[in-house]
């Protein structure tokens, strides 16, 4: 084997120190980026779950406004059959109201029609002597009005 020389061996020597020295700030430099990325991916992870908290509150919102939506647009409905029902409960109403007014009317209409009825009964028989009387040879025999309810 020959012989190194001392300087040439000193001088590797230093080289692979240096290069040492710069390896090992190299993996010292990998450590802390690897620290600051665990760091960020720990800081992703907890905003990850907030924002999870958050959609799921919204979730539930949504899902009670949606809830609160329909009972109102029941409500809504439910009111608006009511409504009607007034309303056809007020035309019928009115109706009644039209009809004993008409029946009312009727009722004396039917009051002069009875009255004037009674007065004619009680005038018939002078009118069937007169006319006995005055023509006995009608072929027809007189004939008397269709009783009725009323009195005269």
């Not at 710069?22 to 690897?34: K, N, S």
């Not at 809830?67 to 009511?82: G, R």
């Amino acid at each position: 084997m020959a012989k190194v020389d001392g300087s040439i061996l000193d001088s590797h020597t230093a080289l692979l120190t240096e290069r040492l020295k710069v390896i090992r700030e190299g993996a010292r430099l990998c450590l802390a980026r690897d620290e600051l990325v665990q760091e960020r991916v720990l800081e992703l992870q907890v905003r990850l779950a907030e924002l999870e908290r958050e959609n799921n509150e919204l979730r539930r919102a949504k899902e009670a406004s949606e809830t609160a939506l329909q009972k109102l647009s029941e409500a809504s409905e439910e009111q608006l059959q009511l409504e009607r029902q007034v309303l056809q409960r007020q035309q019928i109403e009115s109706l009644d109201v039209m009809a004993r007014g008409i029946a009312h009317d009727f009722n004396n209409l039917l009051a002069v029609v009875l009255g004037n009825a009674c007065l004619l009964r009680k005038e018939l028989p002078r009118a069937r002597a007169r006319s006995t009387s005055t023509s006995r040879t009608s072929s027809r025999p007189a004939t008397r009005p269709p009783s009725y309810a009323g009195s005269c």
